[in-house]
């Protein structure tokens, strides 16, 4: 289940990223950025629905019956560069097993994912959230820490027991759909 990324969907991210950049000089936030991608669904025709702030667990937006989790992230590293992204908080599990289990839920289904490459370039990141339970964990003394070959993953106590993960870009880019945008005309 995905749904088409049609020419006109691209065109309207791209009118909502112009229209942002034209009024605000900060980069788009997470609220948004959900904002931008409800709106052109809406304007593809296509069945959106969006509460604003919800923070619905791992949901912000369900369209055409697909759950689709916005993230923002970033771009960390020049040499072996990482797609950096936070994710759920899991500050009411107590063991890794259960922070996992709590994590491997069906909470979305694609993670959406806005990053700012530059200063005059956004690129969207369309992929499905990775199996952290194959990752190899171990406990450190801010959490937990995972590893899966070039990939790894941190659940953090002092920011309420909350996933991050660094995604392997160049291997990324080869095995999930992406689209760059320009800030500016």
Partial sequence: MSINISEKL????????????????????????????????????????????????????????????????????????KLTISSHRTTKYETLTEKLNYISENHEDEIWSLVQINENKYRLHIFKKPNFKEYDWKRTTSGWSGNLRKNKARIQKKMSDQLWFDLDYQEFLEKNLYYDFTIFE
């Fill in 10 to 81: 691209l065109s309207e991210i791209q009118k909502w990223i112009h229209w942002h950049h034209s009024g605000y000089q900060f980069k788009i936030d997470s609220q948004a950025w959900e904002n931008i991608l409800h709106k052109s669904f809406l304007a593809c025709d296509l069945n959106s629905t969006w509460n604003a702030g919800s923070h619905s667990q791992g949901v912000d937006i369900v369209c055409e019956n697909l759950k689709i989790s916005c993230k923002g992230g970033s771009i960390e590293g020049k040499r072996t560069p």
